[in-house]
C-alpha cells in the first residue's frame, strides 16, 4: 500500500474545485446565465456575439424608424395645412369673385387670401430637429423666401435631391419630397396661383381662371401627400418586422445562455456538500501519522 505523505496539495486542489463549482452556481444563479464568460461555453458565446450584433443593429434602425416616423408625421400635418389653407383660398375666391360685393367686403377678403399665403410659405419652411423638411437635402437652407422680383412673390431656394435613410440590412427609404416638387412644380405652383387670385381680386379682374388654378394646386399637393402616406406605412411595417426579429433573437440567447435553476441549485448544493466533506477529510488527515496506517 502506498501512502501520500504529504496529502495537503491534493485537498488544497479539491478546495479550489469545489469553491469554484460553488461561485459558478452563485454566479449563475443571481445572473440567471449559464454563459458569463467566454470560457464558460466558447461555441455558445461565439453565437452570443452575433447575437448581440445583431440585436444591436435592430436597435439602431428602430431608432432611424422612430425619427424618421415623427418627421413624416410632421411633413404630413404640414401638408394637410397647407390643403386646409388652399381649400380656404378657393372658398374666398368664389366668394370674392361675387359681382354683388362691396369694396370693403373684397378688401377684407383679399387680406384674408395675402395671410393664406403667408401662412403657406411660413408652413412650406417647416423645420424639424433644426432642419428644413422641404429644402432637399440642403436642410441648412430656408427653402422658401420672399421675393418681390419674382412673379409669384416666393423663391425657392432648396435643392430637388432627396434624403434616404437605411431602415434594414439593405432597405433603404425616402424620407422626403422636395418643396421644388411639392409646391413650384410647373403647371402647379401653389404660390403663383395665390398671388394671380390675390392680384385678381386687387384689380377687379375675373378671378375665374385664377380661381382654377388654386383648385390645381390643392388637388396637386393632396396627390403628393400619397408619398408620405406609403412611407409611414412601409416604416410601421418594418418596424413591426425589426421588433420581431428582436424578440426572436432574445429567445435564442435565452435558449443558449440561460441557466435551468432547478439544475444550478442542485450544483451549488453538491459543491457545498463536496467542500464540507474535503474540509472533514483535512480534519481528519491532520489527526492520523503514518503509524495509522500500520496497524
Do not use: W
Amino acid at each position: 500500500m502506498r501512502v501520500n505523505p504529504d496529502p495537503t496539495p491534493t485537498i488544497l486542489a479539491a478546495l479550489a474545485t469545489t469553491k469554484q463549482d460553488e461561485e459558478t452556481a452563485l454566479l449563475q444563479m443571481s445572473s440567471g446565465r449559464k454563459v458569463n464568460k467566454p470560457s464558460d461555453d466558447p461555441a455558445a458565446a461565439a453565437v452570443l456575439v452575433e447575437n448581440h450584433d445583431a440585436s444591436s443593429r435592430d436597435d439602431q434602425y428602430l431608432q432611424s424608424v422612430g425619427s424618421i416616423q415623427a418627421q413624416m408625421q410632421n411633413a404630413d400635418q404640414a401638408l394637410n395645412s397647407i390643403v386646409l389653407g388652399l381649400q380656404r383660398a378657393i372658398s374666398l375666391g368664389v366668394q370674392g369673385a361675387n359681382g354683388t360685393l362691396s369694396d370693403a367686403n373684397r378688401a377684407s377678403v383679399v387680406q384674408e387670401l395675402q395671410g393664406i399665403q403667408q401662412q403657406l410659405m411660413s408652413t412650406a419652411n417647416l423645420t424639424f430637429q433644426g432642419q428644413f423638411v422641404f429644402a432637399g437635402t440642403a436642410t441648412q437652407t430656408q427653402p422658401f423666401v420672399a421675393d418681390s422680383s419674382t412673379p409669384s412673390g416666393v423663391r425657392y431656394t432648396g435643392n430637388s435631391n432627396v434624403n434616404q435613410v437605411a431602415i434594414g440590412n439593405g432597405f433603404n427609404i425616402q424620407v422626403n419630397l422636395p418643396g421644388s416638387q411639392l409646391f413650384t412644380a410647373p403647371g402647379s405652383d401653389m404660390f403663383q396661383s395665390m398671388n394671380d387670385l390675390t392680384t385678381a381680386l386687387q384689380s377687379g379682374a375675373s378671378a375665374d381662371a385664377a380661381i382654377a388654378s388654386v383648385r390645381k394646386s390643392f388637388d396637386y399637393v393632396t396627390a403628393q401627400r400619397v408619398f408620405y402616406g406609403n412611407a409611414m406605412a412601409q416604416m410601421d411595417s418594418q418596424q413591426t418586422y425589426l421588433n420581431s426579429e428582436k424578440l426572436g433573437l432574445s429567445t435564442q440567447e435565452d435558449s443558449i445562455a440561460g441557466a435551468d435553476m432547478a439544475t444550478v441549485v442542485s450544483n451549488l448544493t453538491n459543491s457545498m456538500t463536496a467542500r464540507n466533506a474535503t474540509l472533514a477529510a483535512v480534519g481528519q488527515v491532520s489527526q492520523t501519522n503514518l503509524f495509522d496506517f500500520l496497524k
